[in-house]
């Protein structure tokens, strides 16, 4: 097989059944049966590869978790209902009692309260580390630090942290390195060639791409994929074989759907930038950002999403939101519809003024997810809101 990114996410697929279908089918079945009993014994003793229960493996996931892991150049992977799920499995599975998370400051919502309200629970304890500050981490860690966990780019901030920077302390000092690489997606960033050990996606966003379906995935080595199983086939975050039929399809568009998200987005990006209105915009590709040289370097190109603050706080915020004709107000993103979000009132509503001044969440900030429309749509409808 070709390693070329588009050739695989199309052409690396299950095998077909007795029917020759072209395009794969869908496995809707719980269970799997056996030639004999001792078939059944040797699979259950994992001395014979094969499906057996779809909690575990079925035909449609097995597909989306060897394509995932075959783009982005992991050993293996597996995959989960959603991307909390991905995240929750992979802190589950690693992290015990007394064990000490670092992590970026700056990450998704619900991830921030799994830290703070649910493994603390559990006696985990974290540390946030300022992405601005690269010089700090490494004294971060503590003798029971078991974990780095980092978002990039950060959602919302579009904050960028340099992988390969990160990825030399956590081998210097024995420490899992994790990273939510769900803006970026295998096509923009692999994580793990850069020196990762597990890579995470919702595939809710980019993967699905059509605001269909939720979905997860986590990539790594086998070794560390077993522990992941081990703790999933017992705890059960199955994705479905349906979404994982959808998530599967949904690949072979992906570099040409990340194609044309990205040069949408640089576009209004440098539309946005010296507006009026606007106090600032952050975007990895544009020479403004503060972390740009790093975004050229691991990111192949900047994304589908463009975070704006416009100068009048909250009202400001509001009324660029309600003057949207084209745009979504919605809180999803990486859709083929362009979605507008306000952060500090939605998806990081739960966090305090404070923190979320920390990460750079202001009551002006806008997330704008661009889609597919034709550009001169999106433009036009962003220059009619800012009025
Ligand atoms: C959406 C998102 C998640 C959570 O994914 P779900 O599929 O909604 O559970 C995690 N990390 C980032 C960066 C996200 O944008």
């Not at 039929?245 to 640089?266: F, G, P, Q, Y």
């Not at 990081?348 to 889609?371: D, M, N």
């Amino acid at each position: 097989m070709s390693e070329n990114f588009e050739t695989l996410a199309i052409r690396l697929q299950a095998e077909r059944s007795a029917f020759k279908e072209h395009s794969v089918p869908l496995y809707l079945t719980s269970s799997y049966k056996f030639d004999d009993a001792e078939e059944m014994r040797a699979l259950f003793a994992n001395e014979k590869e094969g499906n057996v229960y779809s909690r575990y493996a079925n035909p449609n996931t097995t597909e989306l978790i060897d394509k995932m892991a075959a783009l982005e150049g992991a050993e293996s992977g597996w995959v989960t209902a959603t991307g909390m799920a991905a995240i929750f499995t992979t802190f589950g599975a690693f992290l015990k009692n007394g064990d000490h998370v670092l992590s970026s400051r700056s990450v998704f919502g619900s991830t921030h309260q799994l830290l703070t309200n649910v493994f603390s629970k559990w006696g985990i304890t974290y540390t946030y580390a300022d992405l601005d500050k690269p010089e700090t981490w490494e004294g971060l860690i503590q003798q029971n630090t078991k974990l780095i966990f980092i978002e990039t780019p950060s959602n919302p901030g579009i904050d960028i942290i340099d992988l390969e920077f990160i990825a030399k302390i956590a081998k210097k000092h024995g420490v899992l390195f994790v990273v939510d690489n769900c803006f970026a997606t295998p096509y923009l960033q692999q994580p793990i060639k850069l020196g990762a050990d597990i890579s995470i996606h919702s595939a809710t966003k980019y993967i699905d791409g059509q605001g269909r379906t939720l979905g997860g995935v986590i990539l790594g080595t086998k070794a560390h994929m077993l522990v992941i199983e081990g703790f999933a086939r017992h705890s059960g975050p199955s994705l479905s074989p349906f979404n994982a039929w959808i998530l599967s399809k949904s690949l072979e568009t992906l570099a040409v759907r990340m194609d044309r998200h990205c040069e949408n987005a640089l576009k209004v990006a440098e539309f946005l930038e010296g507006h009026p209105k606007v106090a600032l915009v952050k975007y990895p590709f544009l020479k403004s950002h503060p972390q740009h040289e790093i975004a050229k370097k691991q990111m192949k190109q900047g994304g589908g999403i463009v975070t704006v603050v416009l100068k009048d706080g909250i009202d400001g915020a509001r009324k660029f939101m309600d003057g949207l004709q084209l745009f979504s107000i919605s809180a999803n993103l990486a859709d083929t519809r362009s979605i507008a979000t306000h952060p500090a009132t939605s998806t990081h509503s739960k966090l305090t003024e404070e923190q979320r001044l920390e990460v750079g969440i202001e009551q002006g900030s806008v997330r704008l997810s661009i889609g597919l429309e034709h550009i001169d749509d999106i433009i036009a409808d962003i220059k009619g809101a800012l009025g």
